[in-house]
């Protein structure tokens, strides 16, 4: 999602969580409706930042079931209840936003045409986090470069990395040995190696670590 303006910038929120939880979102807002920050058209809003790398390092897709939030961990599962119409839809939060004052979240296009919210732009809503976020379960992030049956040429592969990368090794689990570089605690931190690598001529993707 982008900074500006989006479809379904939520405003007066509510945000419950489970009794165990260990997530902290942002505070509790209210406030009336106000209209879009930009006067272009809905859809043309999510057009221009459609293909936009987010927060997790996804592309954004206007079609995904998708949304933006200040502070819950990327990845995190919620229900956004529409209070004017009572309709529900589960997102995946998977970028950070609105930068809207008084608006806590950021709907992807998709999302908000199941909350019959494409025309007013914003609504009150409610949100329920039903799952956790991927940060939140995660102990990291790696970027993999490989993945091989023969550990002589992980072995190899990995030599050469460690010419630029110094820190690339091999893990192994009696199958696939894979070349891996890193040890990320934000998968951000991890994209960024990976778009790296991508512009060195290597494929590579970012895993996480367990």
């Known amino acids: 999602m982008a900074p500006e303006g989006g479809v379904a910038q939520a405003v007066s929120i509510v945000i419950s969580l ?8 942002a505070a509790v807002r209210h406030a009336s409706s106000i209209p879009p920050s930009t006067p272009l058209p809905e859809r043309s809003r999510q057009t221009l930042r459609y293909g936009r790398t987010t927060a997790s390092g996804e592309v954004y897709d206007m079609h995904a079931l998708t949304a933006a939030h200040p502070s819950l961990p990327l990845g995190t599962l919620v229900e956004v209840r529409n209070l ?3 309709r529900r839809v589960q997102v995946r939060i998977n970028d950070r936003g609105p930068h809207v004052k008084r608006r806590v979240i950021d709907l992807s ?3 908000a045409q199941h909350l019959d ?3 007013p732009g914003t609504a009150r809503v409610e949100i329920v986090v039903v799952g956790p976020g991927e940060e939140a379960l995660a102990a990291g992030y790696t970027v993999q470069v490989g993945a ?3 550990p002589e040429r992980a072995r190899l592969v990995c030599e050469d990395l460690r010419r630029t990368f110094p820190e690339a090794t091999v893990n192994g689990d009696g ?3 894979r070349v891996q570089i890193g040890d ?3 998968r951000r931190q991890a994209e960024d190696l990976r778009r790296e690598l991508r512009r060195l001529g290597m494929a590579a993707l ?3 670590l367990r």
Do not use: K, L, Q
Request: net charge neutral; hydrophobic share 35%.
């Open 148 to 150: 091989f049956r023969d």
């Open 18 to 25: 489970p009794h165990n939880s260990r997530w902290t979102p």
């Open 84 to 86: 004017e119409n009572d």
């Open 206 to 208: 970012v895993v996480t």
């Open 109 to 111: 296009y998709a999302a």
């Open 184 to 186: 990320f605690p934000r």
């Open 117 to 119: 919210m494409i025309g």
């Open 175 to 177: 199958t696939w040995h």
